[in-house]
């Protein structure tokens, strides 16, 4: 029977080569996860990216015509994506003393929300209002999740996303006057013009 002779400096140059390029992917991997997962963190703790407000121009994508009745259209968007992106420039976006982000348009329409927070369930709360450079500001209410999520680039290539998705929507009115008020677990909005008493809205189940 013949005998196999292993050349032992090879197999030891072989072995490490391996192992360092498993823990290259390891780190890779893990940095990655980590990367979306501290993402995730801030958006649900500050509705905010990279220390950064949430671009006004991503809340508007679940905006729908005032002439239609329907649910949104578009319901979910990769707010790391859009980052860095002349689409949704740094440049548009206005912050107010009161709490609102603005993207104000050169057509003099604009689109705003206010974050009011997070409820016990993880779902945001925001208002958001919308004009037409006249007299009318159109209100409503945003219910707002945020999820991981995996995509595929151009060259094949995976990559994660920060998806933001609205859950619900409901329309207040045009400058609706009643206060919002947001507890752990439902929003209640104030008499206004457009209520004789305060509405109520509950939610059940988890959206994270």
């Known amino acids: 029977m013949s005998k196999v002779y292993l050349n032992a400096p090879l197999l030891h140059s072989t072995i490490v080569f391996i192992t360092i390029i498993l ?9 990655a996860e980590s990367g979306i997962k501290k993402a995730l963190l801030e958006a649900n703790t500050h509705f905010t990216y990279k220390s950064k407000p ?55 329409e604009y689109f705003r929300y206010k974050w009011l927070g997070r409820l016990n369930n993880g779902l945001h709360v925001l208002e958001v209002a919308e004009g037409g450079g006249g007299s009318g500001e159109f209100k409503s209410l945003f219910f707002i999740k945020f999820d991981e999520g995996v995509g ?17 929507g409901v329309t207040l009115g045009d400058r609706d006057s009643g206060e919002i008020s947001v507890s752990p677990d439902k929003v209640i909005l104030g008499k206004s013009q457009y209520r004789d008493k305060p509405v109520i809205l509950k939610f059940e189940g988890r959206y994270e």
């Open 23 to 31: 823990v290259i992917v390891w780190y890779l991997t893990a940095f």
């Open 54 to 108: 949430i671009h006004p121009g991503l809340v508007e994508e679940f905006n729908t015509w005032l002439s239609d009745n329907c649910n949104p259209i578009t319901i979910s968007v990769d707010v790391a994506a859009a980052d860095d992106t002349n689409e949704y420039s740094d440049s548009d976006i206005e912050s107010t003393p009161n709490g609102y982000v603005s993207n104000q348009k050169e057509s003099g």
């Open 152 to 168: 595929i680039t151009p060259e094949g290539k995976q990559y994660d996303r920060l998806l933001m998705t609205i859950v619900r």
